[in-house]
């Protein structure tokens, strides 16, 4: 009865829960064992979403055609709003057309690598005592989770 029609318009519940690819990864779930050919995708704002295929050939197509549009959606990210507080912010995610080629986009994702990378280890660096319930420690934890995931 509520079957899928192409030439039907999107409602406003349909296009409030579609899944936006941008800046999204999607991967074999290698930790999910309950069923086989399951892809994970981590979305912008760290949902995941597991998907079954129908087989592994399917899984795989699936993965490197989300990760290509996902890559295509993904115009490099816009610096972190500024407070005059220390409140942790994660940077804008645009969800517009990138306008690097795909060898630009992968030196891009090089150095933010590198970046994050390097962020993480200058984090671990200085710790807050895990006692603390403070504001402080959970910014602290909020920015060790925003980088272990990037």
Same mark, same amino acid.
Do not use: G
């Given at each position: 009865?509520?079957?899928?029609?192409?030439?039907?318009?999107?409602?406003?519940?349909?296009?409030?829960?579609?899944?936006?690819?941008?800046?999204?990864?999607?991967?074999?779930?290698?930790?999910?064992?309950?069923?086989?050919?399951?892809?994970?995708? +981590?979305?912008?704002?760290?949902?995941?979403?597991?998907?079954?295929?129908?087989?592994?050939?399917?899984?795989?197509?699936?993965?490197?055609?989300?990760?290509?549009?996902?890559?295509?959606?993904?115009?490099?990210?816009?610096?972190?709003?500024?407070?005059?507080? +220390?409140?942790?912010?994660?940077?804008?995610?645009?969800?517009?057309?990138?306008?690097?080629?795909?060898?630009?986009?992968?030196?891009?994702?090089?150095?933010?690598? +590198?970046?994050?990378?390097?962020?993480?280890?200058?984090?671990?660096?200085?710790?807050?005592? +895990?006692?603390?319930?403070?504001?402080?420690?959970?910014?602290?934890?909020?920015?060790?989770?925003?980088?272990?995931?990037?």
């Amino acid at each position: 009865q509520n079957e899928y029609k192409p030439d039907k318009d999107l409602s406003e519940v349909d296009l409030k829960n579609a899944i936006r690819v941008h800046h999204a990864l999607a991967t074999k779930a290698s930790d999910y064992s309950k069923k086989s050919n399951v892809l994970k995708l +981590k979305t912008a704002d760290w949902r995941v979403f597991l998907f079954q295929a129908p087989s592994k050939e399917e899984m795989l197509s699936w993965i490197l055609r989300i990760n290509l549009v996902a890559a295509i959606f993904s115009a490099p990210a816009f610096p972190a709003a500024i407070c005059s507080m +220390k409140k942790f912010c994660r940077p804008l995610l645009p969800s517009s057309m990138t306008k690097l080629c795909q060898e630009e986009q992968l030196r891009s994702h090089e150095n933010k690598m +590198k970046q994050i990378a390097d962020e993480l280890a200058e984090h671990k660096l200085h710790p807050v005592e +895990k006692s603390l319930k403070s504001k402080e420690a959970e910014e602290y934890r909020l920015k060790e989770h925003y980088l272990i995931f990037e």
